[in-house]
């Protein structure tokens, strides 16, 4: 049977294709395993949920399947290689101080436990790669062991009830607070906001209340919270856990506030809010550069984009009252 010229045409076009795709394959950016210089230091059964399911792409020890070295799909794993790496290495975590190191793992913990890691393009191309609800458990085991701290001393229990009572009874208007570097404002009636949620940190050993605005407790009240109305801001304050020599947790001294000010368009390109963190009693704005919120809060928050970007869920009663 003759060729016809749709058929040589489609023999030609084919042919182009195959050509262009294997001239593809020579560009590669390079993805190179430098040496393992100060590889995380943990348990056998914790070291191996990080190789099995997290390795690939946060450390020095990437080991690519084949489907993952032909172009395109090669493009995107390099990529996605040197921004985890940038992240979190477990080849040179080691070499970080003790608190940096807690504070990155608690951030992968979390990111485990939310689904949002390993990436879920990464876990439908690597199905084993998925941690399990009984290793999800062990991580968090040994996280909570790493962080354990001795009770406070009666010296130590009087100092921060009385940075209480400071907290308490300043209003925010005896010395000024700074915007962030990014030109977020502090809002000092944050202290007048219901509360909405609370929360711990396992790897630093803190506690958190969460607090909403009026815009923002009658979101939750009608159910508008994904996405949250322009306008709406939630405030999250963190002390240090403070276990009494009689057993007793309650708040130590003040680390922080953190508030998100809701404006999709004013802040399009941090996900819609305004972010930003005020250290110690003095309210230092936290970020040394113009892009710490996408690099410190939007990457992390990134986990919980199906929640509006808010990793605590308000608690339901606060919709009839704030009781």
């Given at each position: 049977?003759?060729?016809?010229?749709?058929?040589?045409?489609?023999?030609?076009?084919?042919?182009?294709?195959?050509?262009?795709?294997?001239?593809?394959?020579?560009?590669?950016?390079?993805?190179?395993?430098?040496?393992?210089?100060?590889?995380?230091?943990?348990?056998?059964?914790?070291k191996a949920i990080f190789k099995h399911s997290c390795y690939n792409c946060h450390s020095n020890e990437t080991e690519l399947a084949w489907f993952d070295?032909?172009?395109?799909?090669?493009?995107?794993?390099?990529?996605?290689?040197?921004?985890?790496?940038?992240h979190l290495d477990f080849s040179e975590i080691g070499a970080l101080p003790e608190e940096q190191q807690k504070l990155a793992l608690f951030d992968a913990?979390?990111?485990?436990?939310?689904?949002?890691?390993?990436?879920?393009?990464?876990?439908?191309?690597?199905?084993?790669?998925?941690?399990?609800?009984?290793?999800?458990?062990?991580?968090?085991?040994?996280?909570?062991?790493?962080?354990?701290?001795?009770?406070?001393?009666?010296?130590?229990?009087?100092?921060?009830?009385?940075?209480?009572?400071?907290?308490?009874?300043?209003?925010?208007?005896?010395?000024?607070?700074?915007?962030?570097?990014?030109?977020?404002?502090?809002?000092?009636?944050?202290?007048?906001?219901?509360?909405?949620?609370?929360?711990?940190?396992?790897?630093?050993?803190?506690?958190?209340?969460?607090?909403?605005?009026?815009?923002?407790?009658?979101?939750?009240?009608?159910?508008?919270?994904?996405?949250?109305?322009?306008?709406?801001?939630?405030?999250?304050?963190?002390?240090?856990?403070?276990?009494?020599?009689?057993?007793?947790?309650?708040?130590?001294?003040?680390?922080?506030?953190?508030?998100?000010?809701?404006?999709?368009?004013?802040?399009?390109?941090?996900?819609?809010?305004?972010?930003?963190?005020?250290?110690?009693?003095?309210?230092?704005?936290?970020?040394?550069?113009?892009?710490?919120?996408?690099?410190?809060?939007?990457?992390?928050?990134?986990?919980?984009?199906?929640?509006?970007?808010?990793?605590?869920?308000?608690?339901?009663?606060?919709?009839?009252?704030?009781?």
């Amino acid at each position: 049977m003759p060729k016809t010229p749709y058929f040589r045409l489609l023999l030609r076009f084919c042919g182009i294709g195959l050509l262009l795709f294997a001239g593809l394959q020579f560009a590669r950016p390079e993805l190179r395993n430098p040496p393992v210089t100060a590889e995380i230091q943990a348990p056998a059964e914790v070291k191996a949920i990080f190789k099995h399911s997290c390795y690939n792409c946060h450390s020095n020890e990437t080991e690519l399947a084949w489907f993952d070295r032909v172009v395109p799909a090669y493009w995107i794993v390099s990529r996605d290689v040197h921004r985890a790496r940038a992240h979190l290495d477990f080849s040179e975590i080691g070499a970080l101080p003790e608190e940096q190191q807690k504070l990155a793992l608690f951030d992968a913990f979390n990111q485990i436990r939310l689904g949002a890691m390993p990436l879920p393009s990464y876990r439908a191309a690597h199905p084993n790669s998925a941690v399990t609800p009984e290793q999800l458990a062990i991580l968090r085991n040994y996280l909570t062991s790493r962080s354990q701290e001795p009770p406070a001393t009666v010296s130590e229990v009087q100092a921060a009830d009385r940075e209480y009572v400071r907290w308490i009874d300043d209003n925010g208007t005896f010395h000024s607070v700074q915007n962030t570097l990014g030109g977020v404002p502090f809002h000092p009636e944050y202290k007048t906001w219901k509360q909405i949620g609370s929360t711990e940190r396992i790897e630093n050993n803190t506690i958190r209340v969460v607090l909403g605005n009026d815009l923002a407790v009658k979101a939750i009240a009608e159910n508008r919270i994904n996405p949250w109305p322009d306008g709406a801001m939630i405030g999250k304050v963190t002390w240090h856990e403070q276990p009494n020599p009689d057993g007793v947790v309650q708040p130590g001294q003040f680390v922080q506030v953190e508030l998100m000010i809701r404006d999709h368009e004013k802040y399009r390109t941090t996900a819609g809010w305004g972010w930003g963190r005020w250290i110690g009693m003095d309210l230092k704005p936290d970020g040394e550069t113009l892009d710490f919120a996408n690099t410190h809060c939007v990457d992390c928050h990134h986990a919980v984009e199906r929640n509006g970007y808010v990793f605590t869920m308000p608690i339901k009663n606060q919709q009839r009252g704030g009781q």
